[in-house]
């Protein structure tokens, strides 16, 4: 074999730096809607981030300690998964809702194929699906933030919140697509409050700016390449025109799906893992454009009122197919050519 041609288990990262390094860049980039989290729903949202880490951490070390393999938390990958699976739970989860979810998560989305780079899906999705099967009544209870009810919120001792709740903005989109009152709902205060992150929803995918910084760094640091985020939203902007210029009584402007609900999170930090995500660049397009009209999809015609989750589960388990149509030319080009 030539020398130029190096064999190994994803991730499949073309620039010459170490995987610690991308984790940490994710991490850095995901410090704004962290601390947007803890601006809205205050003590609480930072102990849920915090207690997902930590049980991440432990979970991969155990896992590690009875196969009698190497330790890979220097990689900080469970970290990262940690603070994903944290950032797209609701504020008011229980405590131990979140440590059973993290266990998930490492354990059987990640350390059951054997660790980092032998992965199929998303570990922090896996460990939200879980959890969505398993506890789905808390699972779509929102609170409102601090910033809107100063009296919440509070732990108790029991760890659990007392806050007033509310419907998420594409909770309101399905109410209006039910009664036909897209345009009264979706105004510009709405707007705002999903650009600022005043409004119900997880924790890390209330404030679309926060978010679009976190995603800016990425791609100025290069930990990132633009192919999978401009397609998935790109194609959920298509997908939501189409429906909005149906029927625009009944469906929300296409902005609003991009400012709302798990989307630019999905977009920077979920749909854009090395190692879950295709190989080549005509591979992310059309990864990311599954990501973006699946979501869409279900935002629209489903029963949920969310799909990032399902949309990046279903891409990628359909990553190596994706991986298989879009071979690249082997060094020295195709045979027989």
């Not at 979140?98 to 896996?126: D, R, T």
């Amino acid at each position: 074999m030539p020398d130029n041609i190096t064999v190994s288990p994803a991730p499949h990262i073309s620039e010459p730096v170490w995987t610690h390094r991308v984790m940490i860049d994710v991490l850095i980039g995901l410090v704004p809607a962290m601390a947007a989290a803890g601006y809205y729903f205050r003590l609480y949202a930072l102990i849920l981030i915090c207690t997902c880490v930590i049980s991440s951490v432990v979970t991969e070390w155990l896992c590690n300690l009875i196969c009698k393999k190497p330790n890979s938390l220097g990689d900080f990958s469970a970290v990262v998964t940690g603070v994903i699976l944290a950032l797209s739970l609701p504020p008011g989860l229980p405590i131990w809702a979140a440590v059973i979810g993290s266990v998930f998560s490492i354990a059987i989305g990640k350390m059951v194929f054997g660790g980092l780079g032998s992965n199929i899906f998303n570990p922090a999705m896996v460990g939200r699906a879980f959890l969505t099967a398993s506890f789905g009544m808390m699972m779509t209870t929102w609170t409102v933030p601090a910033t809107i009810d100063s009296t919440m919120p509070r732990i108790a001792p029991e760890n659990m919140l007392h806050a007033r709740t509310q419907a998420t903005p594409l909770g309101w989109s399905k109410i209006a697509i039910k009664d036909r009152n897209g345009a009264k709902i979706f105004n510009d205060e709405q707007f705002e409050a999903t650009l600022i992150g005043e409004v119900g929803g997880c924790l890390g995918e209330t404030s679309a700016i926060a978010l679009l910084i976190g995603g800016l760094y990425l791609l100025i640091r290069r930990t990132i390449n633009f192919h999978i985020p401009l397609a998935v939203l790109l194609s959920a902007f298509v997908f939501g025109s189409i429906a909005y210029l149906i029927d625009p009584d009944a469906y929300m402007q296409p902005v609003f799906h991009l400012t709302s609900g798990g989307m630019l999170l999905c977009a920077f930090f979920i749909a854009t893992d090395p190692v879950t995500a295709p190989l080549t660049r005509r591979g992310m397009w059309i990864f990311g454009a599954g990501v973006g009209t699946i979501t869409m999809l279900i935002r629209i015609v489903g029963a949920y009122p969310e799909g990032v989750m399902f949309s990046v589960l279903l891409m990628n388990a359909v990553t190596p197919l994706i991986d298989r149509l879009c071979k690249r030319v082997p060094a020295g080009g195709k045979p027989g050519v």
